[in-house]
């Protein structure tokens, strides 16, 4: 019986020629990630645990990320106990601000994860990675603390779900609108602890910024990881970000899948998740009523890279954001906010009258930077629209592309580029 990307990774990591879906594996870290938010419960794990330091002060990266700048308080504690606990154990991946980046735009563009890779981050969307070929998933804070001091991690082996994609994506189509199409498809619990590994032509036809977007949501699905083939993009990302040497797995032409399912990106359209889940999918022309907003947000480890902002520019370029809608775009990372900056496209964020912050997850997780009140709707390029995740309970959540999202700032009312 033949192996999955994903499961031949994690043979490799655990010193076995063969790995089987349900199979129970200790394999060995490439990445042990951590935030302001997780971070300091796994040090706290970790002391209890009396080791003498962590495995590798070189395979860990912690990325305060949620509520940076500190927004009170407490998050000022928490990452001042992280900012210590690099110190000590000399981590040499620690980014704070001036350096920082939303952990999942940042690793990839610092060149920190690269195909064949297995990584752990205690952070949900730490599946992103899957993207440049990488098995990579989320975990709970233990775990990251057991990583952070043995360097493995045990793991039951998912089985599979193949997702061929063919076509090539029309106009205003993008990786966001893949994915939703794709959880609206099967569900938020269609591929529950299974790997969603995408394939087929269709693949050439996305950018390594869609791919980023598509395999972030994996989990969105209910996905252990989402991941890709390693084709001359990814190849060339990993070439101009990262030093490191790369492996490149490919399934089994006789590897088992759960389900398969074909995706055709050619009739795909602009697509947007209603409150309050992920799988609540409509496109943009099957929104009959008219549905006003309060407030936009652009960015996030979504939906907060380089094309996100130039999408969403050429879409504002010229026009201005409805009276009464609040536009907040907040570039993924520093590197994404200066050449931002320098290609003109903060200028005309402004000059739309949107607001431009540094990079943070702030609003995504109703930290700060946008939190809803009782009522306010968003259209937001994020990755959740549970109850209350921005805020308020009673308040609304769309997801969408930065298109929809930029076109929908201008006209005030949840909307298509198309429709301006």
């Known amino acids: 019986m033949g192996m999955t990307m994903t499961q031949k990774i994690l043979a490799a990591h655990a010193g076995l020629d063969h790995v089987e879906a349900g199979q129970l594996i200790e394999a060995e870290l490439d990445l042990v990630l951590g935030n302001d938010i ?15 330091g962590v495995f590798d002060k070189d395979k860990i990266a912690l990325v305060p990320d949620h509520f940076v700048p500190n927004k009170d308080i407490k998050s000022a504690e928490h990452c001042k106990c992280v900012r210590e606990f690099a110190r000590r154990n000399q981590i040499t991946h620690y980014f704070e601000v001036g350096q920082m980046g939303i952990e999942h735009a940042l690793l990839p563009e610092k060149g920190l994860t690269v195909a064949g890779d297995v990584v752990i981050g205690a952070d949900s969307h730490t599946c992103t990675y899957g993207a440049l070929g990488a098995f990579s998933t989320g975990v709970g804070s233990t775990d990251m603390a057991a990583g952070m001091a043995t360097g493995k991690a045990w793991f039951k082996v998912p ?6 994609l063919v076509g090539k994506p029309s106009r205003w189509v993008s990786g966001k609108d893949v994915i939703l199409h794709i959880i609206g498809k099967i569900g938020v619990d269609g591929a529950l602890y299974q790997s969603m590994e995408f394939v087929g032509e269709g693949v050439a036809n996305l950018s390594m910024d869609d791919r980023f977007t598509i ?20 190849a060339a990302y990993m070439r101009e970000h990262s030093s490191r040497p790369y492996t490149v797995y490919e399934a089994d032409e006789d590897a088992v899948y759960e389900a398969e399912y074909t995706i055709d990106l ?11 889940l992920p799988e609540n999918t409509r496109t943009i022309d099957e929104i009959t009523e008219e549905i006003p907003i309060d407030q936009v947000v652009i960015g996030s480890c979504t939906n907060g890279r380089m094309e996100d902002m130039r999408t969403a520019a050429e879409v504002l370029k010229g026009r201005k954001v409805a009276p009464g809608v609040r ?58 629209n549970f109850v209350g995740r921005m805020g308020h309970v009673n308040s609304e959540i769309y997801l969408a592309s930065p298109a929809v999202a930029a076109a929908s700032a201008v006209l005030g009312r949840l909307a298509g580029p198309d429709q301006l």
Do not use: W
Not at 39 to 52: G, L, N, Q, T
Not at 159 to 164: E, G, K, M, N, V
Not at 361 to 378: F, T
């Open 38 to 52: 997780t971070s300091p419960v796994a040090i706290k794990e970790m002391e209890k645990m009396k080791v003498d």
């Open 159 to 164: 089985s599979a779900i193949r997702f061929r």
């Open 215 to 234: 395999a972030n949501m994996a989990i969105e699905a209910g996905g252990k990881n989402g991941i890709f083939p390693v084709d001359e993009k990814a």
């Open 266 to 276: 050619s009739t795909l359209r602009p697509t947007v998740a209603f409150p309050h």
């Open 327 to 384: 536009c907040i775009v907040i570039p993924a990372t520093q590197k994404v906010y200066l050449d931002s900056m320098e290609e003109g496209l903060l200028k005309t964020f402004i000059e739309a009258g949107a607001i431009v912050s540094t990079p943070t997850c702030g609003p995504c997780l109703g930290g700060y930077m946008g939190v809803l009140a009782e009522g306010e709707r968003c259209v937001s390029t994020t990755n959740r």
